[in-house]
């Protein structure tokens, strides 16, 4: 099974000019094409797990605040060919990044790549004009932990321009009735993460704790909670990453294949 992530040399005559700061990865054994900085912020599993847990069903309109490089817009536009995709994202060298892994994965016309604050889609989108919303929001808070010197891995780890409070009220407004908002967050800030979207009027439907192999304790949730819906929380299996000979577990596998089956 190769890695999630395979670096090649980019041999084009655009990729020569970009070969010193930027690299053309093969994610999912060359099935989707990413363009990243060298240095810089870099997409990780996270944006793997959190594409496998949502659940869509066909023409619907999904929207990813905070989206990077545009992994999961690409990654659930390459596999559900009815769905409208929407990226936004702060950063303005990352968003233009974004616009070009769509542009290099032909995705264009079907997900689309906004630059600006997320946190203004209250005043910018139309209420409730979406069936899911989808965040890999910063895990940190500004005071707790080192603040990379690398502004643009700072911005994307602590929460210095948007914090998942202020997702899950975007959701909120964005969401239609009965419909999920779905986030990735570390284990150890689960009650925030409840007592966050709880104060957005969205209630905690699904989680799963993600290990890296069964013997370490969890460092992720996969969440998902609805606007509008009642109470009850459907808790999964733990998901491992790895099994403890340090090769990717059989779900792990499971999961990167299911990713690459088209609808």
Known sequence: MRDIVEVIPILTSLGQMLL??????????????????????RFSIDSILLANFIRLRGAQKVVDLGTGSGVIPIILGTKFKSTEIW?????????EMAKRNVEINHLSG????????????VHCMESE??????TNPPYRRIRSGRLNLQRERAIARHEIMGSLTDMARVAFHLLKPKTSFYVVYPAVRIADLITSVRESHLEPKRLRLVHP??????????????KGGGPGVEIHPPLFIHDLNGQYSEEMRSIYSSVLEKN
């Open 20 to 41: 010193q700061d930027k690299t053309l990865d093969h994610l999912l054994s060359g099935f989707i094409k990413i363009l990243q900085k060298r240095k810089g912020y």
């Open 87 to 95: 990226g936004v994202e702060i950063q303005e060298d990352l968003a």
């Open 110 to 121: 079907r997900v689309h790549i906004l630059k600006g604050d997320a946190r203004n889609l």
């Open 129 to 134: 004009g979406f069936d899911i919303v989808l």
């Open 213 to 226: 192999n069964e013997r370490k304790r969890a460092q992720l949730i996969l969440f998902e909670a609805t």
